[in-house]
């Protein structure tokens, strides 16, 4: 192999080129990346960098320096629109294409969405332009609603309830984290946060986003309520940046279908073969540090 292409910058797709490096690949090397900045840890976003406790270049993983010994070739701010498995391209968002004889899928998972997410006010936290968006909407000492109380929704509850906001978090299950620590535990942290002054509805699904002059004004609720929001917060889990590979002939469902030693399987190939000459991948990434 002449040229390896990693496509996604983050934690994992950075974790993956240094690893080339280490084990002795001395050939062209290319990292791409959807976002301008240089590859940064992604769990201080919710906590440090949205309260304002830490500068935004802080959570850089590695600095310029550690980039640059790489010696890759870094496409930061360029999204992999389209693979040609079999010629060996990924196609960017500027038209041009990269040819490859070995590939890493590393891109992640974008957050969920729900109908009327494009109102202004309503907001997703997955990078860092989306942390500090939302810590300047959150400077303006608005009412918040948190959609969501996984990880990440009770983190921006909490970031936020620092900062002396009104905070309510929905939840559909009765219980915070409920998914990952049982009934236990999640009643605990639901004490946690009510201590701390913020308002939970657990046990209540969100009916839709309402509304008003383009802005969000506030959250129905599965009973019929309405609660009143100048800020909504969208935590509702995430999926595999996938849409890129539609007709890249590579399995796909709920990420990139992959075997064991971390190769895709075909669409046209059975479960547990792989052709000559099979593009290597990287198993789907589901975790909020590597996406």
Known sequence: MKRIVVVGASAAGLT???ALRHRGWG?????????????????????QI??????????????????????????????????????????LGNGESIGFDGLIIATGVPP???????????????????????RAALLT???????????????????ARTMGLEVTVVEPEPVPV?????DR????VADLHRDHGTRLRCGTPVRRLRGAGGRVAGVELGDGTTLPADVVVLTLGATPATRWLTGSNLRLRDGVECDR??????ASTPPGTSPPGATRTSAPACDWNTG
Do not use: M, N
């Not at 050939?27 to 906590?47: A, M, N, V």
């Not at 969501?148 to 009770?154: N, W």
């Not at 409920?178 to 049982?182: A, D, L, N, Q, V």
């Not at 030693?261 to 075909?266: M, R």
């Open 261 to 266: 030693c971390a190769g895709p399987h075909p």
């Open 141 to 159: 000492g608005p009412r918040v609603v948190v959609v969501g109380a996984g990880f990440l929704g009770t983190e921006v509850a909490a970031g």
């Open 178 to 182: 409920r998914r990952t620590f049982g």
């Open 185 to 188: 535990i999640g009643a605990l």
């Open 27 to 47: 050939g062209d090397l290319t990292l791409i990346g959807e976002e301008p900045h240089p590859p940064y840890d992604r769990p201080p976003l919710s906590k």
């Open 16 to 18: 993956a080129a240094e």
């Open 112 to 134: 969920r969405h729900l109908p009327g997410s494009d109102l202004t006010g309503v907001h997703v936290l997955r990078t860092l332009d989306d942390a500090l968006g939302l």
């Open 50 to 91: 949205l309260t304002g406790a830490w500068k935004p270049e802080r959570a850089a993983l590695r600095s310029l320096q550690d980039l640059a010994r790489l010696e890759a070739d870094l496409r930061l701010g360029q999204r992999a629109t389209a693979l040609d498995a079999e010629s060996g391209q990924v196609r």
